[in-house]
């Protein structure tokens, strides 16, 4: 029974990421593919159970965007989506959101057997897309401040060879990958749709949260009233900007013992408690069943979170 168990969770978990791995990385590729079939077949009608579930699906999006999503939470999701760089909208990040508390919520009671554990599967569930959401935001923010310099550069060698701004993010969405590519063209994009400068790159500072790209911004909106070398005032904050992440890296280096240290105060008593726990179940049991075992394992957790939190914020050095 454990088996057959185990091998239907697989096959099912198996289903779930391939699905949204062709949902998330091959979704140009399916966009194209429809496309050619539409096209080629425009003649055909659709079929009414295609259209109805096509329907059914929008008409549920609608309901969601209206009854659970304000136009202030609405923006503030478009933001973060927009900051990950995940094709979906607000919308379908609360349908993705319900499945995965369903989804996480049914696995930890069909493995344990223990209904108590499923607001706890509900929780991780929940918390899991907002998570991943994060990670997201600060992998792509911290690719484009890698590339930021490079792409300065690509910008002032441009200018320097006549051309003017908006031909300068043309060569930058040429040479440079995602995500400076991506937001690059997003920029340009709006400035032939009609909008200024200004509030182009005051939207690209607010998709992307970086101090660097902020003195980038305000550089050129400060020449645009006040005149200058553009090129000059750029070469300057690309040295700064290369300076400083040579001090970060130099600090990285510096503080890794520390951050290290960090880790393991907040991850050993966990890992000895359950590997004590494996060993000799009654012997570490007493804590759970004792009123001062307890107080003493409530004590230690906040011990551990405090220096977790004390060695943090001495290893974490703004430059």
């Not at 099912?12 to 429809?34: A, G, N, W």
């Not at 590339?147 to 060569?171: C, E, H, N, W, Y």
């Not at 998709?207 to 070398?229: C, F, K, T, W, Y």
């Not at 904050?237 to 280096?253: G, L, S």
Request: proline share 3%; hydrophobic share 45%; aromatic share 10%.
């Amino acid at each position: 029974m454990t088996l057959i168990i185990l091998s239907f969770f697989l096959f099912t978990s198996f289903l779930f990421f391939y699905f949204m791995l062709q949902f998330f990385v091959h979704s140009d590729q399916r966009v194209e593919k429809r496309m050619k079939r539409y096209l080629s077949v425009s003649d055909e009608k659709l079929k009414s159970n295609h259209l109805r579930i096509f329907s059914h699906y929008q008409l549920a999006k609608q309901r969601i965007r209206k009854s659970l999503l304000s136009k202030q939470k609405n923006t503030k999701l478009e933001t973060q989506l927009a900051r990950s760089g995940l094709p979906i909208k607000p919308e379908e990040y609360i349908i993705f959101q319900w499945i995965s508390t369903a989804l996480c919520g049914c696995l930890f009671v069909l493995f344990t057997g223990k209904w108590l554990l499923l607001l706890v599967g509900f929780a991780l569930g929940f918390f899991f897309p907002k998570w991943y959401l994060r990670k997201k935001q600060r992998e792509r923010v911290e690719k484009f401040n890698d590339g930021l310099a490079d792409m300065i550069t690509t910008i002032v060698g441009s200018l320097r060879a006549g051309f003017s701004f908006p031909q300068a993010l043309k060569a930058v969405i040429e040479e440079a990958g995602t995500p400076i590519k991506d937001e690059m063209d997003s920029v340009l994009k709006e400035m032939q749709y009609g909008s200024s400068l200004e509030d182009s790159l005051n939207d690209l500072k607010e998709r992307m949260p970086s101090e660097d790209l902020d003195l980038m911004i305000q550089a050129i909106l400060i020449q645009r009233q006040v005149g200058g070398n553009l090129a000059t005032v750029l070469d300057k904050i690309v040295e700064t900007i290369r300076d400083r992440n040579k001090i970060q890296r130099q600090i990285m280096t510096l503080t890794a013992q520390g951050r290290l240290s960090g880790i393991v105060i907040g991850l050993l008593p966990i890992i000895l408690g359950l590997v004590l726990y494996l060993i000799q179940p009654g012997y570490i049991g007493t804590l759970f069943h004792n009123s001062i075992g307890l107080l003493m394992v409530a004590a230690g957790f906040t011990s551990g979170v405090i220096g977790f939190i004390m060695i943090k914020k001495i290893t974490t050095i703004e430059v």
